[in-house]
């Protein structure tokens, strides 16, 4: 079974910072893409950051400059490390794990863990 267990949410005031992790099943990790995606109600879903299994990264432009991706494959383990928080990075932080590829790939996601940031 695939399971993704993200840690490391919390409270913070503005302009601080938090690190995420995320321990996956290793039988997905090391070949998969892995991402950070968050959503706060009544919006969609959105990708944060992601890392390929080859080491590449890609963010999204409201975090370029202040979230890192990073991937540590002995130990299973994808962190987030968040710095200069604002307040419109309160959300619900999500780990996810695309296996495969194309028609073929496959999505798991973790159970979430609620970032808040406080003015």
């Known amino acids: 079974q695939v399971q993704l267990v993200e840690s490391g949410g919390g409270l913070v005031q503005a302009g601080g910072s938090l690190r995420l992790s995320c321990v996956a099943s290793k039988t997905i990790f090391s070949s998969s893409t892995m991402g950070w995606y968050r959503q706060v109600p009544g919006k969609q879903r959105e990708l944060v950051a992601y890392?390929?299994?080859?080491?590449?990264?890609n963010y999204a432009d409201s975090v370029k400059g202040r979230f890192t991706i990073s991937r540590d494959n002995a130990k299973n383990t994808l962190y987030l490390q968040m710095n200069s928080l604002k307040n419109e990075d309160t959300a619900v932080y999500y780990c996810?794990?695309?296996?495969?590829?194309?028609?073929?790939?496959?999505?798991?996601w973790g159970q979430g863990t609620q970032v808040t940031v406080s003015s």
């Open positions: 996810n794990a695309k296996s495969g590829g194309g028609a073929f790939s496959i999505n798991y």
């Open positions: 890392a390929t299994s080859g080491g590449s990264t």
